[in-house]
């Protein structure tokens, strides 16, 4: 792994509760991004941070937000988790932003 | 959206076949990647490609990146059961780094 940890690795959460996935990278890498995973549908881009405090919005962004703090973490929190949000996320991270992305080992969230 | 279209769905192959599978786009894309998902693990990169025509492998694996920007390829010589996997492609918006991915190949391989 290159050096991302997500947390927490599995969560049941109940609709309507709020909800934050943690990533924390040893990397230094400027750019840090969350995906998630559904069946049939590849990974899709949520949300991605190009620096401290600079965020911005992925294909699939509706019902999330994030923060960026700090270089090492970045949060992904669901305000009022719905069942379609049940899902496996991804955190990437990478050097700069025409270079490979290193993937988490991904957080399995499910919203019952 | 942008839409990746990755194909086969699925393969079953015999130890020792090769394996080719393939993306394409209805967009350009300035890099082409293709990672590789184990069960209950992130995608690990592959290969990545970064010019139009490049053809670059990495050990039993190669990929090219189609002339036209549009599509890339992957093979996989002489399988062995370690192949066993999901293969995803993935293809470099403009700026930020961001990825559209394809929906996976997987790929099942019997002694």
């Known amino acids: 792994d290159a050096g991302i940890t997500q947390s927490p690795r599995h969560k049941v959460t109940e609709t309507g509760t709020p909800v934050t996935l943690r990533c924390h990278q040893t990397e230094n890498h400027r750019y840090m991004y969350w995906y998630r995973q559904d069946p049939g549908h590849g990974l899709r881009l949520i949300h991605y941070s190009y620096g401290v405090k600079d965020t911005d919005k992925g294909e699939v962004s509706d019902g999330y937000s994030v923060s960026r703090s700090k270089t090492e973490d970045f949060l992904l929190t669901l305000e009022s988790a719905t069942s379609s949000q049940t899902s496996v996320y991804f955190c990437a991270i990478s050097g700069s932003w025409n270079t490979e992305a290193f993937f988490g080992q991904g957080t399995r969230l499910t919203v019952v | 959206g942008q839409q990746l279209n990755q194909s086969p769905q699925s393969m079953f192959i015999q130890e020792g076949e090769d394996v080719s599978m393939n993306c394409t786009s209805s967009?350009?894309?300035?890099?082409w990647l293709w990672y590789k998902q184990d069960p209950g693990e992130g995608p690990v990169l592959l290969i990545a490609?970064?010019?139009?025509?490049e053809l670059t492998s990495n050990g039993r694996l190669t990929a090219q990146f189609g002339i036209t920007r549009k599509d890339s390829f992957l093979n996989i010589s002489a399988s062995i059961p370690s192949d066993v996997g999901i293969y995803f492609c993935?293809?470099?918006?403009?700026?930020?780094?961001?990825?559209?991915f394809g929906a996976g190949t997987q790929v099942v391989v019997t002694p």
């Open positions: 993935a293809g470099q918006l403009g700026s930020w780094g961001k990825l559209q």
């Open positions: 490609l970064y010019k139009a025509g």
């Open positions: 967009s350009i894309f300035n890099t």
